[in-house]
């Protein structure tokens, strides 16, 4: 009957001890952002490096991990914000604020055959080796797409790090799906072409609690967010 009373004293408690350690330092403000592993780090990089320039006092640390790490601490106020593709909206008291979208795209090496063409589509890529991202966060919503479609994508080889699938693709191992803004401009060895049928997009949005969007320093953040993206 008192666990629950108990739980959340617990919880309170732990939440004073890292608002205090959070503080504890005089001349910055620390802010935690917690960002999804298979968003691409040169693409927010530059906003983080102008925030940083513009607000000396505030003190970033970027926790990168899956989605549901990052909720997780957010839930237990490890974190003030996470910057991730949610499919749907977390229950609960979260608010969201999207940032921008991105199209998936083709990735294969430069000697590939798909570089001579212009559209490919689902069927096309079920006659090559697949590289298949583990933490693709659409990994549901293609593998329903493929079944209606009634498309077979036959997973070559599996990781859990884009850096591994691009090193892979590089090597002309295969041929990956993967979000736009991951692969950098002028890749070494690597070309890109749109996903022309179907069309697939991801939303990333910055998610946060009511309680942290109260605090100067994440409303800071938040607003040059809307304004960057």
């Known amino acids: 009957m008192i666990e629950p ?12 001890k890292a608002e205090a350690a959070r503080f504890s330092r005089l001349n910055t403000v620390p802010l935690r952002i917690g960002v999804m592993t298979t968003i691409a780090a040169h693409h927010l990089s530059p906003f983080f490096a102008n925030f940083q320039q513009e607000r000396p006092h505030v003190e970033l640390e970027l926790v990168v ?13 490890g ?9 749907s909206l977390p229950a609960g008291h979260y ?10 795209v083709v990735v294969f090496n430069e000697k590939h055959r ?3 063409m212009q559209h490919i589509d689902l069927a096309t890529i079920q006659t090559e080796p697949y590289l298949d991202r583990l933490n693709c966060e659409l990994r549901e919503t293609l593998r329903s797409v493929c079944q209606g479609r009634q498309v077979n994508l036959y997973a070559a080889y599996r990781s859990n790090s884009e850096e591994w699938i691009l090193s892979m693709v590089r090597a002309g191992i295969g041929v990956a799906l993967m979000p736009e803004f991951t692969i950098t401009k002028n890749a070494d060895k690597i070309r890109v072409r749109y996903l022309s049928d179907p ?3 991801r ?7 009511l309680s942290s969007a ?16």
Do not use: G, H, W
Request: charged fraction near 30%; glycine fraction near 0%; charge should be negative.
């Open 79 to 87: 974190l003030d914000l996470v910057i991730s593709a949610p499919t």
């Open 95 to 104: 608010q969201s604020l999207k940032l921008y979208e991105e199209r998936y």
């Open 114 to 116: 798909f570089n001579q």
């Open 214 to 229: 109260a605090k100067p320093e994440v409303a800071e953040v938040l607003k040059s967010l809307r304004m960057s993206f």
């Open 199 to 201: 069309e697939i997009r």
């Open 65 to 77: 991990d899956s989605e549901c790490n990052l909720l997780n601490q957010l839930d237990e106020d």
């Open 5 to 16: 009373s108990i739980r959340e004293i617990v919880r309170k408690t732990q939440a004073v």
């Open 203 to 209: 939303t990333i949005c910055a998610i946060f609690p």
